[in-house]
């Protein structure tokens, strides 16, 4: 399997980030974004395609695959909105093409409507935005997260494997898979595992979905038909909140689209950002 290096660091109010650069310092700016219990390797594929027109920038957020983890560490969705305006920051981006997956999302999301973050524009790809959200595994551990940082290791990576394993779709390659829960293994990866998600709390997108029609950058929506975790007509009425939002659903894709459907995701992306100014 290829490598994926994220050799450059950043001291955010969360831990450090470790993050990349990819493609021609002349090309316009964008920034991907990962979900969870994802990291910016989702996004290798289609940020290797997109390097070709545009300078792009990869990061995993503290708490995620490379960055760093830590007991009593904030990872919830307020903190990495604040993280993300920092790193805006530290790049000297000003008004940057942003693209986010899941709970990606939701952190361009606030950082966007509560941190003035300004994007030229935005798409978003099978996001958590709209309530409710949270699988009943999701609520399950979340409601018992100490009870299952004490599982055996080798449940533990049972578990975690099954969970990844379950976006609907085609799924993750086997390799793939066990590369999507490497970083969650381990003395610091398995409480970091159980520590995003007791963190993840609802109220974080209900204090902004309620802006979403205030939202005026042109904006993609885009969602894999065959999404397990959160259904496509989710989707359909988070569109219909954003004026004018452009709504693409991708076909034979679960919620990992960036695995599932990586050319059909890449072409709309580029469709899409070929028609900004």
Known sequence: MSAWPLPESFPSSSGTVRWNRLG???GRPLVLLHGTPFSSYVWRAVARSLAREHQVF???MPGYGRSQMYAGQDVSLAAQGRVFTELLDHWGLAEPLVVAHDFGGAVALRAHLLHDAAYRAL???DPVALAPWGSPFFRLVREHAEVFE?????LH????????ASTGGPGPHPAVLERLVGPWLG??????FYRQIAQADQRYTDEIQDRYAGISVPTLICWGEEDAWIPVARGRELADRVPGARWE???HAGHLVQEDAPAELTAALLAFLGRVP
């Open 157 to 164: 990576q049972a578990l975690v494997r099954e969970y990844v």
């Open 123 to 125: 798409a978003l790809v």
């Open 24 to 26: 021609s310092p002349d």
């Open 249 to 251: 659903p991708i076909a």
């Open 187 to 192: 003395e610091s990866g398995q409480p970091a």
């Open 150 to 154: 004490q599982l055996p290791a080798a």
């Open 58 to 60: 990869v990061w995993d």
